[in-house]
Nanobody, 115 residues
Framework: QVQVVESGGGVVQPGGSLRLSCAGSGFIFSTKAMSWYRQGSGDERELVASISTDGRSTTYADSVKGRFTISRDNAKDTVSLQMNSLKPEDTDVYYC????????WGQGTQVTVSS
């Protein structure tokens, strides 16, 4: 069964940084593109960033372009999201998920940007 476990969230001041990590299991990690999403209470889930299977291709939402960096380590079955210059509007629960698989989502990790 597909399982993803997100970690690394926390409370940070505006302008600060956080690094999120996601560990995947139950599927062949290196064969799946991966994405990070975020969702606030009552909001639709937003696609934040995606990365290809080999890590050479990445895409970002306009709202995070230039501030966030997605990366992956296929040897460790992990995908990360480095978040810099954080803004209050980045406050959300962040999730990762593989492309092309239907299954349960993880618990996510809460990111709160507040002074």
């Amino acid at each position: 069964q597909v399982q993803v476990v997100e970690s690394g969230g926390g409370v940070v001041q505006p302008g600060g940084s956080l690094r999120l990590s996601c560990a995947g299991s139950g599927f062949i990690f290196s064969t799946k593109a991966m994405s990070w999403y975020r969702q606030g209470s009552g909001d639709e889930r937003e696609l934040v960033a995606s990365i290809s299977t080999d890590g050479r291709s990445t895409t970002y939402a306009d709202s995070v372009k230039g501030r966030f960096t997605i990366s992956r380590d296929n040897a460790k079955d992990t995908v990360s999201l480095q978040m810099n210059s954080l803004k209050p509007e980045d406050t959300d629960v962040y999730y990762c998920y593989p492309w092309g698989i239907v299954g349960p989502w993880g618990q996510g990790t809460q990111v709160t940007v507040s002074s």
